[in-house]
């Protein structure tokens, strides 16, 4: 379960603090004398009572308690639940607002009313990664927070040597190191991490947080909040890729005896080509905001890239006519994830902007092993020479096209496979972000020009 953690403007945590902590930081009007007369916004509760004493009125920009459950609601749809702390000075009275608009939540937003919870003498551990806050925490619990906030200096260690300094071998040779994430909610994590980019937003969230077809609109304000707060950097989104082991009950898919090798991402868009045209609207709308790229996934064949391009255009003229922003020279790119897509690769090059190795998949296709069944042990074995040697062919073909090409599977982070990597000339690592820096460290330290394609052996 997601738990988020709010805090209000009143609590003299700013905005960028609570990004930092894991915090949101709202607007909460107060009650006085049982009525909200105050923003919180642009003063302390002190200089508000200061103010009112004056006789000044500063019951003009408040928030009304609608707009604080609009804000909530738009926390939610991307958490399961939502506890409110209130830290401020103003405690009794930002507590009863916030106690009286949870009622209407159903449980989903608790307030920790700090004041009915004896802390005085006690220990709380407020766990920003959980969203949550522990009381008197029991010793194991405390134990394991103690190796976390352990583990957090030294990654705040490692991050503050290597901040803003280049992903370079030692022998001049550039690796960019993008992360991976699945919603809004974690690019906070990606720039905490210091991340280059964004080189994996699984898009496929937003339908599956959806209780019926999320609209373009919707969709579009993720992907504005997304590409705005990377100021700039690239942003590559993935198309809807459902299927296999990702179920969605509004979209009344046939039951399949093999659902990885039936109607799976990419086949259902161009199946589908509204639904298909609607995230292209979106995403196209977005990309006047930043850098967006846009990347196909589960590709087997030219034919489908050439039929996503055109969907592409399309949406693109559509615009132009209604006059509505985007970036013309938005990237277009794969996922080389079927072994198909690697044989044809030299032809794919051509076609597109990047290719991003989805290893997870590669690796299921490629050894014929179901990447859901745990009980196949040695033979799921993603350091195969299969797999290896079908990156090293896809790089090739990218490389001979003057394309770029990267890995956004979970192998993109293993630091044994990195020398591999380095040696078939891998030009992009996206992984999840917390791996940003350990996999950071270790490029500085690695000489490219001494890497071998020795793991491709048998
Ligand atoms: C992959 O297959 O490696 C990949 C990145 O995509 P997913 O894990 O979402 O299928
Ligand atoms: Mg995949």
């Known amino acids: ?25 709202l607007p909460m009007p107060l009650l006085v004398d049982g009525q909200i007369r105050y923003e919180g916004v642009d003063l302390t509760p002190e200089e508000f009572y200061a103010a009112q004493q004056a006789g000044r009125d500063v019951s003009t920009s408040q928030p009304s308690p609608g707009d604080v459950m609009d804000l909530w609601d738009r926390v939610l749809e991307e958490y399961d639940a939502l506890v409110y702390i209130p830290m401020s000075s103003g405690l009794s009275a930002s507590c009863q607002t916030a106690l009286a608009l949870a009622e209407s939540y ?32 029991a010793p194991e619990l405390l134990g394991a927070m103690e ?27 550039e690796v960019k190191v993008y992360a991976n994430i699945g919603n809004a909610g974690d690019v906070g994590l990606v720039l905490q991490n210091d991340a280059q980019g964004i080189g994996l937003f699984r898009s496929e969230f937003i339908y599956l947080d959806s209780a019926d077809y999320p609209s373009e609109d919707h969709q579009f304000t993720i992907y504005k909040r997304v590409v705005e ?16 082991d990702k179920q969605v009950d509004y979209f009344e898919m046939h039951k399949e005896e093999n659902p990885a090798l039936g109607v799976r991402a990419i086949r259902i868009c161009l199946n589908r080509p509204e639904v298909f045209r609607t995230q292209l609207r979106a995403l196209y709308r977005a ?32 615009l132009d006519k209604e006059g509505v922003p985007y970036r013309k020279d938005t990237e277009i790119g794969i996922m080389i994830e079927t072994p198909a897509s690697v044989l044809v690769a030299e032809e794919l090059a051509k076609e597109v902007d990047f290719f991003s190795v989805g290893t997870n998949d590669l690796t299921q296709y490629t050894l014929a092993c179901d990447r859901q069944a745990n009980d196949l042990g040695k033979f799921f074995d993603p350091h195969h020479p299969a797999v290896l040697r079908a990156l090293k062919m896809a790089a090739d073909a990218a490389h001979k096209a003057g394309i770029w090409i990267g ?19 891998i030009d992009e690592l996206s992984v999840s972000p917390t791996s940003v820096l350990p996999l950071r460290a270790e490029i500085r330290k690695s000489i490219a020009k001494t890497c071998t394609l020795e793991k491709l052996e048998c």
Not at 155 to 163: D, I, M, P, S, V
């Open 106 to 137: 159903d449980g989903r937003v608790q307030v920790a009313d700090l004041r009915r919870i004896s802390v005085t003498q006690k220990l709380a551990v407020l766990d920003g990664y959980n969203h949550c806050v522990y009381v008197d925490p």
């Open 407 to 425: 890995i956004c599977g979970e192998l993109g982070a293993d630091l044994e496979l990195l020398e591999t990597f380095l040696a078939i000339g």
């Open 229 to 244: 707060t990377m100021a700039g950097k690239k942003v590559i989104i993935r198309t809807l890729d459902i299927g296999a």
């Open 1 to 25: 379960m997601r738990v988020a953690i709010v805090t209000d403007t009143n609590s003299g945590i700013s905005v960028a603090e609570g990004r930092e902590l894991g915090v949101f930081v």
């Open 287 to 318: 990309s006047a905001y930043g850098k967006v790229a846009i990347m196909f996934p589960m590709i087997t064949s030219v034919w489908e890239v050439k039929e996503c391009k055109r969907a592409c255009q399309k949406v693109m003229a559509e």
């Open 147 to 173: 190796d976390k906030r352990k583990d957090d200096l030294k990654q705040e260690a490692l991050l503050q040597g290597l901040k803003k300094k280049p992903n370079v071998t030692l022998d001049g040779r």
